[in-house]
């Protein structure tokens, strides 16, 4: 048998052994974001307003996730905003919901000083991931990682952006426009691995990195997410859009489902799951929704879901039963 390359040998790594940390480095292109711009002298009070985040604790070193939420307190969308420059912040948000993300905002921007719109630089997003290695070509690509120790710190170096996700292993992204991140894409391809985006999402995954898209956009309250806990929701800024239901929910504690990252074996094709796909016990109640499903082994699924708290056993998802799940 010949011996496994670099990249095979990363590929068949456990699922537990990568949430614990990346043998490798390496970065993926990623294809699923755009970008609406927000500009105008009342930029930052018009989002505090609108979206769940706190937006005082946003600064040229601190980027946050939010939630653009409806009137019924379900996220419409979520996003990661960032400062560049004065009375301008980005929203990165998933492709599929940004129109009607910026229609949401749209709405209510009529009583403010502030421009929205999808943002027409193109931009080029890329994931990293990082081990601590000395040698570590990262360290040559012109930032220093040594900055960003925590969940969405930011760095803002020659009109790009890195910012850090969540999650045990060092995974960044880094966003520019395509011209100003071409040779450094270059640079890249030689001296690091190049994973698809599965892999990536396999990543976010173990990481609980999600992203309310159009698929799940208005079928979530994010308090079943882990949104709180990452600074993604303000529970004491004063009022935005959902507020009430959200801040009820935190305070009577009375939210029945939260999210869950399981492992199962699974023989079927495909071997994904449709995102969004309907949870149901064996004698078919409702007890969650798929967020996300990946396979990045043969036979080996892993998915991220909402799930009733009090349920420990099997689940159908679109006719499909799964008698074991490893919860990570």
Same mark, same amino acid.
């Given at each position: 048998?010949?011996?496994?390359n670099?990249?095979?040998?990363?590929?068949?790594?456990?699922y537990?052994?990568?949430?614990? $940390?990346?043998?490798?480095?390496?970065?993926?292109?990623?294809?699923?974001?755009?970008?609406i711009?927000?500009?105008? /002298?009342?930029a930052?009070?018009?989002?505090?307003?609108?979206?769940?985040?706190?937006?005082?604790?946003? $600064?040229?070193?601190?980027?946050?996730?939010?939630?653009?939420? %409806?009137?019924?307190?379900r996220?419409?969308?979520?996003?990661?905003v960032?400062?560049?420059a004065?009375?301008?912040?980005n929203?990165?948000?998933?492709?599929n919901?940004?129109?009607?993300?910026? @229609?949401?905002?749209?709405?209510?921007?009529?009583?403010?000083?502030?421009?929205?719109? *999808?943002?027409?630089?193109?931009?080029?997003?890329?994931?990293l991931?990082?081990?601590?290695?000395?040698?570590?070509?990262?360290?040559?690509?012109?930032?220093?990682?040594?900055?960003?120790?925590?969940?969405?710190?930011a760095?803002?170096f020659?009109?790009?952006?890195?910012?850090?996700?969540?999650g045990?292993?060092?995974?960044?992204?880094?966003?520019?426009?395509?011209?100003?991140?071409? $040779?450094?894409?270059?640079?890249?391809?030689?001296?690091?691995?190049?994973?698809?985006? %599965?892999?990536?999402?396999g990543?976010? *995954?173990?990481?609980?990195?999600?992203? *309310?898209d159009?698929?799940?956009?208005?079928? *979530?309250?994010?308090n079943?997410?882990?949104y709180? /806990?990452?600074?993604?929701? @303000?529970?004491?800024?004063?009022?935005?859009?959902?507020?009430?239901?959200?801040?009820?929910?935190?305070?009577?504690?009375? $939210?029945k489902?939260?999210?869950?990252?399981?492992?199962?074996?699974?023989d079927? /094709?495909?071997?994904?799951?449709?995102?969004?796909?309907?949870?149901?016990?064996?004698?078919?109640?409702?007890?969650?929704?798929?967020?996300?499903?990946?396979?990045?082994?043969p036979?080996?699924?892993l998915?991220?879901?909402?799930?009733?708290?009090?349920?420990?056993?099997?689940?159908?998802?679109?006719?499909?039963?799964?008698?074991?799940?490893?919860f990570?």
């Open positions: 048998m010949n011996p496994m670099p990249t095979e040998t990363f590929l068949h790594t456990s537990i052994q990568l949430a614990q $940390s990346n043998p490798e480095d390496f970065f993926t292109r990623i294809n699923d974001f755009a970008v711009s927000c500009t105008g /002298e009342d930052k009070s018009f989002l505090q307003g609108q979206i769940s985040a706190d937006m005082e604790k946003v $600064s040229a070193s601190k980027a946050t996730l939010a939630c653009c939420l %409806n009137l019924k307190g996220a419409i969308s979520s996003f990661i960032l400062l560049v004065q009375d301008q912040f929203l990165i948000v998933p492709k919901v940004a129109e009607k993300t910026l @229609s949401a905002l749209k709405t209510y921007a009529i009583f403010s000083k502030v421009k929205l719109e *999808i943002a027409s630089k193109r931009y080029q997003f890329l994931g991931a990082a081990t601590d290695r000395e040698d570590s070509p990262i360290h040559d690509l012109g930032f220093n990682t040594e900055q960003l120790q925590q969940p969405y710190d760095l803002q020659e009109s790009q952006f890195i910012i850090r996700l969540p045990a292993s060092k995974r960044y992204l880094w966003l520019g426009e395509e011209s100003l991140l071409a $040779s450094k894409i270059q640079k890249l391809t030689n001296h690091l691995l190049e994973l698809n985006e %599965n892999f990536w999402q990543c976010e *995954i173990l990481a609980k990195e999600i992203y *309310i159009a698929i799940s956009s208005e079928q *979530i309250i994010p079943i997410l882990n709180a /806990e990452l600074g993604g929701i @303000s529970f004491d800024k004063g009022c935005y859009k959902g507020q009430e239901v959200v801040a009820r929910l935190h305070y009577r504690g009375e $939210s489902e939260h999210m869950q990252v399981a492992y199962t074996v699974w079927a /094709e495909p071997a994904t799951l449709q995102n969004g796909s309907i949870i149901t016990s064996p004698d078919r109640k409702t007890i969650g929704r798929v967020l996300k499903s990946v396979s990045f082994k036979h080996e699924l998915i991220i879901m909402t799930l009733k708290k009090d349920y420990t056993g099997p689940i159908q998802v679109d006719n499909n039963q799964f008698e074991k799940l490893h990570l």
